[in-house]
């Protein structure tokens, strides 16, 4: 079992420097990272709260003009982070829809991962962010695509000892951060060399765009005050191409590529039908990907749409033998 969520305290600024490194855009990765004794602000970002106290898992919540509230992270260290000296790689592990930066934490993550040489990311996303720039918002920015790429992971860098480069990054997640992690590894080619979808939809115009839809109404009801993701009554269909897997094959091609899908139905109808569309849109994808000469590795196991924590334990254990090593 997980331990509790660490408290939170106000926010306690370390004595001593901080080398920050360089900014990094969309297209542009970070050669080298810096370790510190305790994280400061940077790359728009400003620390309001912070817990440095657990031995492993270190809580921030910041103010950043990315997001209209004060989105938070959970960093989880290697159980030798403190002692090793070392340069981890590091991964980043996207939430599912109605959930928050505590869901993995409150999964295992701790548990699955003591003792591996990773440092992991677990940041806010939104209820319904989609892991997006929406096309409209009617209460404020939620452009969570923008906090995650642009601000977060050269912060990242630039406070913890990890290889700020594609051999040593990789991005994985549940349900809609499944699909966070599919757009993200795509679309920002260079950033990282794994991704993993834990029932994660990878086709996004099958069925008449069922999951444009979803993505629409689901930010519209919870996250946007009506605006949406890709635009309503008409999409953004070069932000929708964007965003499909199906449509950027060839980004995927030179990575690890983890994918889990459920077959069985669920008591809950609304699970059972998230869990059918993903499962097929993997098929898709995985088709695709075949056709294409791209290997992967992919389960269909028996259950819904849920984290399954052996596959969740053997991915770590693949993401960690393709990075690069501690």
Known sequence: MSAPRPTRRTMLKAAGGLTVAAGLGAGTILATSVAASAADDGFGL????????????????????????APAVNVLLPSDYHTSGRTYPVLYLLHGGNQDFIAFDRLGIRDWTAGKPLIVVM??????????????????????ESFHLNQLVPWIDANFRTYAEFAGRAVAGFSMGGFGALKYTAKYYGHFASVSSHSGPASVRRDSGLVVHWANVSSAAVD?????????????EARVTADNPMENLERYRGKRIFLVAGTSPSPDPFDYANETQVLA?????????????????AY?????HMVRPDRMIEDLDGIIAHLKKA
Not at 224 to 236: E, F, H, K, Q, R
Request: charged share 25%.
């Open 281 to 297: 849109g993997q098929r898709e994808f995985r088709a695709a990907l075949d056709k294409a000469n791209i290997p992967f590795t």
């Open 123 to 144: 940041p806010d996303g939104g209820k319904a962010g989609w892991y997006s720039n929406p096309v409209s918002s009617n209460t404020g920015p939620r452009n969570w």
């Open 224 to 236: 946007l005050a009506g605006g949406t993701i890709y635009g309503a009554p008409a999409w953004d």
């Open 46 to 69: 400003h620390i309001i709260e912070r817990n440095e106290d657990d031995p492993r898992m270190w809580y921030y919540r910041f103010q950043t003009d990315a997001i209209g509230w």
């Open 300 to 304: 269909e196991d028996p259950g819904g």
